[in-house]
């Protein structure tokens, strides 16, 4: 992995892009605010004002989040839930509610997947990343969502996908989900529009979180190498363009989705599981008989 890491000390200390204060009085959701992108996404919120609700399944990664929180007297909300339970989902909002009142922002963080071949994935495995990247965002902005039109009252989401313009080879469930995450943010982005509702998606490339130790070895080598600024980023380059998005900043901007992955998109192939053999430069091509 490259050398662009993030701790704590440097999310107290890495300079914001934006100006401080300028979510004063906002009410943040970050999903999956516990680790990686989204703890980063969560102190880049707080540093610029707002009040931060964060969920996640494990409760441990929440409350390590809400003692940092707690010892800088800033406010947040750590409440466990699975995205992909929409009356824990519920539960989740009307915490946020008692809370702090309706949010004004929902960075619809959390999600995942495991690497392996397309014609391997079992149908179950399917599912689950289906559901956590898909439906469990879905669930999330479909949630906020209704209590903003509910309650007469717009606000602001940021989808967090994948960069998959090209496919994501070794990881087609999730390459799927997250295309459909895009889709149904252009969908929704003029839906909503008329209760001030505006929605966007952050596409990153490879970015050197946790989240990254649950891939092969080889394959987490080529991560550092797989753009043309041969580096991986880290969770603080994507939580300011989280909070960009998040900010008013970004007014006139909704429906679309902005890729940060280093140039990824531009530059050679990336592979999140050994790179076949016929990909090899090596590799002379047989005839493959067509019927
Ligand atoms: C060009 C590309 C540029 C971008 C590259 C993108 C790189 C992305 C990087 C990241 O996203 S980093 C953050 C990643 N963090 C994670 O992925 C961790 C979270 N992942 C998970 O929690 C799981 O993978 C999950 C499936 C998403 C979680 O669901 P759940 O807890 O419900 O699943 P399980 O009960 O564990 O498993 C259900 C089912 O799924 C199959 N399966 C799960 N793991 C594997 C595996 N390692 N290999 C093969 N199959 C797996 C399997 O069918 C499981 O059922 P059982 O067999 O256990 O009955
Ligand atoms: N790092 C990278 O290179 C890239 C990451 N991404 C995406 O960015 C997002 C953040 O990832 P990153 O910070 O890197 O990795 P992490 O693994 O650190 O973050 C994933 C977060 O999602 C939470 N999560 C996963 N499933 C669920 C669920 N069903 N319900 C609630 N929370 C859940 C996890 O918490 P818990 O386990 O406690 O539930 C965890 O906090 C993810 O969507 C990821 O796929 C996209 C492209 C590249």
């Known amino acids: 992995m490259s050398a662009r890491t993030v701790d704590d000390l440097r999310l107290d200390d890495a300079p914001l892009a934006l100006a401080s204060g300028l979510l004063d009085g906002r009410t943040a959701i970050v999903s999956g605010g516990g ?3 989204g703890k980063a996404a969560a102190w880049v919120l ?3 004002g707002a009040r931060v609700a964060i969920c996640g399944r494990n409760p441990e990664r929440l409350e390590a989040v809400q003692s940092a929180f707690d010892a800088r007297g800033w406010p947040i909300l750590a409440h466990p839930c699975d995205i992909r339970d929409e009356a824990g989902i519920e539960r989740l909002l009307d915490a946020v509610a008692a809370r702090f009142g309706l949010p004004d922002i929902l960075i619809n963080n959390a999600g995942g997947q495991f690497a392996q071949g397309a014609s391997q994935i079992a149908p ?25 039109i509910d309650g007469g009252r717009g606000g602001v989401i940021v989808n967090v996908t994948a960069a998959n313009g090209r496919g994501m080879p070794g990881i087609a469930h999730s390459a799927a989900a997250r295309a459909g995450v895009e889709n149904v943010t252009r969908t929704a982005a003029v839906e909503w529009a008329p209760h001030g509702i505006r929605i966007n998606c952050l596409a990153p490339g490879l970015v050197d979180s946790g989240g990254l130790s649950v891939y092969p070895e080889a394959a987490r080598a080529a991560f550092a190498r797989a753009n043309p600024q041969r580096a991986t980023g880290d969770p603080w380059d994507i939580a300011q363009i989280i909070a960009f998005l998040a900010s008013d900043t970004t007014r006139f901007l909704t429906g679309t989705t902005i890729t940060a992955d280093g140039g990824g ?13 016929y990909f090899s430069d090596s590799f002379q091509k047989a005839e493959i008989h067509v019927a």
Not at 125 to 148: F, K, P, S, Y
Not at 265 to 277: F, H, M, S, Y
């Open 124 to 148: 179950k495995g399917w599912r689950a990343v289906i559901e956590t990247n898909l439906t469990g965002c879905w669930l999330m902005m479909q949630a906020v969502a209704r209590r903003w």
């Open 46 to 48: 707080a540093r610029l």
């Open 265 to 277: 998109a531009l530059w050679g192939d990336l592979w999140t599981i050994e790179r076949p053999v």
């Open 35 to 37: 680790s990686g992108i």
